[in-house]
Every structure is written in C-alpha cells, then in structure tokens.
C-alpha cells in the first residue's frame, strides 16, 4: 500500500522520464546553434551573436515552452474535472492552467520581441 507521497513519486518518476526523453530528443536540433568560430569556419561577428539569440528564443517556444505547457493545462484540466467539487483541487488545477498560459504569453512575446529588433536592424530572420 502506497502512502501519499510514494503515489506522487510514481507520477513523478513517469513525467519524469517523458521529460528526458523529450530533452533528449529536443537536444539533437540544438546541436549546430551558430555555424562560426569553428575550425574551417569564419570568425564569429554580432550578427552571428543575434542567430544564436534567436536561435535560443525558437528552441525555447518550439521545443520546451509549448509541449510542457500543453502538458500542464492537460493536467490542471484533468485536476480540475476530476475534483469532484472539492475548491482546493479545482483552484490547483485552474491554477496550473493560468500559469500555463502566461508562460506561453512570455515566450511569444519574447519571441516577438527578437524578431521585431532583426527586422529593425535588417538582420536575417529564421
């Protein structure tokens, strides 16, 4: 018989390794972030500084920021309609979701915000 936190370790354990999993595979399209400075290579100069910042803002939107929000308001959705009228779940659950969604609203508006200052100095975009 599992007490409390033994049944929050397993759900813990099994997000977890989806994570990993995730990163894993997440990590594999960040390998070549600025194509400078290496052997062969041209040095590297600002503009090669501003691709790698953008780089770093769509890795995070695409890669990171989207799956585990979309997770987390899967998760406060789950929490919400099975709380069962109880006001402590279904605040956590709706909880989970707000903060869910203004993690979206940052990462966009960072996202925004790097591809408004490209497009201001005339920098390629990706």
Same mark, same amino acid.
């Given at each position: 018989? #599992?007490?409390? $936190?033994?049944? @929050?370790?397993? @759900?813990? @354990?099994?997000?977890?390794?989806?994570?990993?999993?995730?990163? =894993?595979?997440?990590? !594999? !399209?960040?390998?070549?972030?600025?194509?400078?400075?290496?052997?062969?290579?041209?040095?590297?100069? @600002?503009?090669?500084?501003?691709?790698?910042?953008?780089? %770093?803002? $769509?890795?995070?939107? /695409?890669?990171?920021? /989207?799956?585990?929000?979309?997770?987390?308001? =899967?998760?406060?959705?789950?929490?919400?309609?099975?709380?069962?009228?109880?006001?402590?779940?279904?605040?956590?659950?709706?909880?989970? =979701? /707000?903060?869910?969604?203004?993690?979206?609203? #940052? /990462?966009?508006?960072?996202?925004? %915000?790097?591809? $408004?200052? #490209?497009?201001? %100095?005339?920098?390629? $975009?990706?």
């Amino acid at each position: 018989m #599992l007490n409390k $936190t033994g049944k @929050y370790e397993k @759900y813990g @354990y099994g997000i977890l390794f989806f994570l990993m999993a995730f990163f =894993i595979n997440a990590a !594999s !399209s960040f390998a070549a972030l600025v194509n400078c400075g290496g052997n062969g290579q041209n040095p590297c100069n @600002y503009s090669d500084f501003v691709k790698m910042v953008q780089g %770093l803002v $769509t890795f995070a939107l /695409t890669d990171v920021v /989207t799956p585990v929000a979309v997770i987390v308001i =899967i998760w406060g959705g789950i929490e919400m309609a099975i709380s069962a009228g109880d006001e402590g779940k279904f605040k956590s659950g709706k909880k989970k =979701i /707000t903060a869910a969604a203004i993690g979206i609203v #940052l /990462t966009f508006g960072a996202w925004l %915000l790097v591809n $408004t200052i #490209l497009k201001f %100095l005339n920098l390629p $975009t990706q």
